[in-house]
């Protein structure tokens, strides 16, 4: 039973004596299974669990994204190595929409805390401090939206901790996935992180402004991404500089609630 | 370590199905285009797996490889990388597996 809403999951069986499915006895002797099992009387059984290792994550998801829909409010999880730009574009998001209808969730692993850089535009935003921890999970999004409490109608950008590799295994119950990536960081991103790449619903390809500067192989990257995500979205932007923004921005307007955007199936 | 917080749910997984019992080993599968590299799951088990019920278990690890569904031609393949082509040249697939964490069965004592 699910200690949120009642519902089964999938976790129900102990061992406690009783019947157990697929309990399968290998050796060849008759006993009683009562309390002896516990104490352990010296032979193994084996125990068909068929168990998916995210399904609590993944429940829990689902919880988040129940609610939000409930709420007509719309949850993008924004990813990336550490430092492509993620807080900065959220920052410039805000002042270039306005803090009414955005608030963000912060993830970070240590302070300084990027949220202090948000709430100064008089946005409504909330810190997870991570600690030692490398991704959000779905319970984490829960506590952060209870204190967030975002107005309904509203857009909840949600700034990952800064990796390529776990974030993407971990449903938070968002709508759409935007993956951040910076040019310096080189065209073979995609190949090297391809879970993270596949799940994107949009790839934004920060500080192009650098470009100039660099030997950014946009051919190779575009190949590259493509391999892994045919049908991804992809804009050039520059966080600092304000180039390609407007894209973004259209883009977010697309997967708004009242833009009706089908809820991502996850 | 990424696949730290994968191992501790695993751990915590089993404890909550296997009650009291002693874990002698587990049964793992981890889908090929998992993204969770099952030496870094060995690595971190004993660090998870302390002071529980699994403390001492051993890992047995299959990594089956995926199967696509070109949605040109229709065939069904074998995939073995994240660059998911179909022989027929088309990359437009559906995955049908290989992406799968799970714990398919455990060893009680
Ligand atoms: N040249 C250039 N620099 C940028 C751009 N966007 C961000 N930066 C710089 O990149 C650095 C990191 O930016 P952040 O926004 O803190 O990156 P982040 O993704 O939030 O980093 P973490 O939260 O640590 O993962 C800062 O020095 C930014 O000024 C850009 O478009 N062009
Ligand atoms: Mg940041
Ligand atoms: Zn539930
Ligand atoms: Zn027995
Ligand atoms: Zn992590
Ligand atoms: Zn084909």
């Known amino acids: 039973m699910c200690a949120t809403c009642g519902c089964s999951d999938d976790t129900g069986t102990r061992i406690d004596g009783v019947a157990v499915p697929g309990h399968d006895h290998s050796h060849g002797h008759e006993h009683s299974h009562g309390q002896d099992h516990a104490r352990g009387h010296g032979h193994t059984h084996t125990v068909e669990l068929e168990q998916d290792v995210l399904a609590k994550n993944d429940h829990l998801a689902g919880h988040n994204r129940a609610w939000l829909d409930q709420n007509t409010i719309r949850a993008v999880n924004i990813m990336s190595s550490p430092g492509s730009g993620k807080t900065t574009l959220l920052e410039r998001t805000i002042t270039g929409l306005g803090a009414e209808g955005v608030s963000v969730v912060e993830g970070d692993q240590e302070p300084p805390f990027d949220a202090d850089r948000i709430r100064a535009p008089g946005c409504r935003a909330v810190q997870i401090n991570t600690g030692a921890g490398c991704h959000l999970d779905a319970q984490m999004l829960s506590d952060a939206l209870r204190s967030l409490d975002p107005p309904r109608g509203s857009v909840v950008l949600i700034e990952n901790v800064g990796n390529l590799v776990c974030p993407a295994l971990f449903d938070l119950g968002e709508h759409a996935r935007v993956v951040v990536m910076s040019v310096p960081e080189g065209e073979d991103k995609p190949i090297k992180y391809p879970h993270m790449f596949r799940g994107a619903d949009l790839v934004l390809l920060n500080k192009v402004d650098l470009l100039p500067h660099l030997d950014f192989d946009m051919d190779r990257f575009l190949e590259h991404l493509r391999r892994v995500n045919p049908g991804a979205a992809l804009h050039p932007v520059s966080a600092t500089r304000g180039e390609g923004l407007q894209e973004w921005y259209a883009w977010l307007g697309a997967h708004s609630p009242s833009a009706g955007t089908p809820v991502r199936a996850r | ?109």
């Open chain 2, 1 to 109: 370590m990424h696949e730290l917080a994968i191992t501790e749910s695993i751990v915590a997984g089993v404890a909550e199905r296997t009650g009291p019992a002693r874990v002698r080993s587990l049964q793992l599968e981890i889908g090929l285009l998992s993204g969770v590299v099952p030496d870094a799951v060995r690595f971190c088990f004993d660090l998870a797996a302390e002071g529980t019920t699994l403390a001492g278990a051993r890992l047995d690890i299959d990594e089956p490889e995926g199967q696509g569904k070109c949605l040109t031609c229709e065939e069904v393949f074998t995939v073995r990388t994240w660059a998911v082509i179909c022989p027929c040249g088309s990359s437009d697939v559906d995955l049908l597996s290989g992406t799968q964490l799970r714990v398919r069965s455990v060893e009680v004592m």
